[in-house]
Nanobody, 122 residues
Framework: QVQLVESGGGLVQPGGSLRLSCAAS????????MGWYRQAPGKQRELVAD???????NYTDSVKGRFTISRDNTKNTVYLQMDSLKLEDTAVYYC????????????????WGLGTQVTVFS
């Protein structure tokens, strides 16, 4: 009954920008951390960036200085601004949220979106 819906993926040339959005909905009591993961063909899924409820951020080294994660707690939404995109950024990007449902109140669980494709081409 909790779902995460991503948007904003697409095709872009190297050096271009995209902004991903992910909105969480359902019977949500509270959201702790939210983040973005990505998985390229033949590679393991990796953490791109995450952000806590107090807006503390963390980035993988390969995107530092190029990507910015943010969130709007009033909308249960997390964003990923991607600038200076490179070919190696091509992947399916997945939204993730560590949250507590209204039915549990004390136990946090991880939820995933279905993913959005980001393709960087020259």
């Amino acid at each position: 009954q909790v779902q995460l819906v991503e948007s904003g993926g697409g095709l872009v040339q190297p050096g271009g920008s995209l902004r991903l959005s992910c909105a969480a909905s359902g019977s949500i009591f509270s959201i702790n951390a939210m983040g973005w993961y990505r998985q390229a063909p033949g590679k393991q899924r990796e953490l791109v960036a995450d952000i806590t409820s107090r807006s503390t951020t963390n980035y993988t080294d390969s995107v530092k200085g190029r990507f910015t994660i943010s969130r709007d707690n009033t909308k249960n939404t997390v964003y990923l601004q991607m600038d200076s995109l490179k070919l190696e950024d091509t992947a399916v990007y997945y939204c993730n949220a560590d949250l507590v449902t209204c039915t549990e109140h004390t136990t946090a669980r991880r939820y995933w979106g279905l993913g959005t494709q980001v393709t960087v081409f020259s």
